[in-house]
Nanobody, 122 residues
């Protein structure tokens, strides 16, 4: 089992920045692909970013490319999502997740956190 706890969400003005953190515990963190997803009210959960075991390979949704950066610190069992130039449409609950294989789909992830709310005011 892997437990994931997100933090760092909040209310921010458009154009501002937030950094989300996801602390994991349980099985070896470095074995897992880590991803960030988000879900806005009335919408399906969507892929935001993912990072491989070593942190050398990342991928992003087109909607956040160039604005968001995913990173991980295996020594701290933590994955981060730095969000810059935030827009109102980034408002959502953000979830971190862990997977054994590369995937951009929620179904490909085995473990999920409870989510952290991000609200971007315009």
């Amino acid at each position: 089992q892997v437990q994931l706890v997100e933090s760092g969400g909040g209310l921010v003005q458009a154009g501002g920045s937030l950094r989300l953190s996801c602390l994991t515990s349980g099985r070896t963190f470095s074995r897992y692909i880590m991803g960030w997803f988000r879900q806005a009210p009335g919408k399906e959960r969507e892929f935001v970013a993912r990072i491989d075991w070593s942190g050398s390979t990342t991928a992003y949704a087109d909607s956040v490319k160039g604005r968001f950066t995913i990173s991980r610190d295996n020594a701290k069992n933590t994955v981060y999502l730095q969000m810059n130039s935030l827009k109102a449409e980034d408002t959502a609950v953000y979830y971190c997740a862990a997977a054994s294989y590369l995937s951009d789909y929620p179904s490909g992830y085995d473990y999920w956190g409870q989510g952290t709310q991000v609200i971007v005011s315009s």
